[in-house]
């Protein structure tokens, strides 16, 4: 199995695989499957079911019963808003760019029921030089992360503590890249499979009218105090209480889920 059940693989036979399983409704032999994706025509079923059990073991979307492999599909769109945990983050990082560019802090908070709650911090050496725009942006030097742990060192502790949540971030693509780069330099080949939200995308459905949609902007409607911007904890605590905001807005709208929520801010396109 992954080392965390929130891991998902980028490895190219177990994507190939994923996609062949759903092109034909989900499941199929062992023996198909690896006819199929590994290219060895006929193989005998106990080797088959060998080869297959490798695949399903790294990844938990797959599932070996038998002779049988299977896609799990994870109804991520069904998650109700209002039942499920989020974890909402941000990362300051060293540029704008994964690779070359390395995190140097995170920061993120718990939500829950409406709430901020448990917060998780720390700065992160991202073994490289941090230019000198962005130590006068963010106000984190090299002195700052020379004895700060390295990502492969926080990696568990902040799988621990996203579990299972719904990741949020304030563009949450530029994020998650990072997030998901650090990832697949400690567990190779891997990233994260956590479904995510960007409160970006949000705000700009839901608060057209706004000057933009920048943090302090968003914040600033909403009344939050933001201190310290372009800090890891600063940020995530803001976008966290914008989040709470916003989804409230979603719940007046009578969007309950993820996969509605997913569809309203494609409406933008």
């Not at 991202?126 to 963010?138: A, V």
Request: aromatic share 8%.
């Amino acid at each position: 199995m992954p080392p965390y059940p929130n891991l998902f693989s980028e490895s190219l036979l177990i994507n190939e695989t994923i996609t062949f399983l759903k092109s034909i409704g989900g499941s199929a032999s062992a023996v198909r499957v690896v006819d199929y994706v590994m290219k060895i025509r006929k193989p005998e079923p106990n080797l088959a079911r060998l080869l297959v059990s490798d695949l399903t073991d790294r990844d938990p979307r797959l599932m070996l019963t038998d002779n049988t492999v299977e896609f799990i599909g994870l109804n991520h769109e069904a998650i109700e808003l209002q039942k499920t945990g989020f974890v909402v983050f941000d990362l300051e990082t060293t540029g704008s760019k994964a690779p070359p560019c390395r995190i140097t802090e995170i920061g993120a908070y718990r939500v829950r029921n409406g709430k901020v709650e448990e917060e998780f911090h720390t700065l992160v050496n991202p073994e490289m030089p941090i230019p000198p725009f962005i130590r006068s942006l963010t106000g984190i030097s090299d002195d700052m992360v020379s004895g700060a742990p390295k990502f492969a060192e926080v990696a568990a502790g902040f799988m621990d503590f996203i579990g299972d949540s719904v990741l949020v971030a304030h563009n949450a693509r530029f994020d998650m890249g990072f997030l998901n780069h650090e990832i697949g330099r400690v567990y190779e080949d891997y990233r994260v499979g956590n479904p995510s939200l960007c409160t970006v995308q949000l705000a700009r459905k839901l608060l057209p009218n706004i000057e933009n949609h920048k943090l302090n902007t968003v914040a600033n409607y909403f009344s939050i105090e933001l201190l310290n911007h372009h800090r890891a904890t600063d940020d995530a605590r803001a976008t966290a209480h914008i989040f709470v905001n916003l989804l409230k807005d979603l719940q007046i709208l009578g969007i309950h889920d993820l996969g509605a929520a997913e569809s309203f801010k494609k409406k933008l396109c």
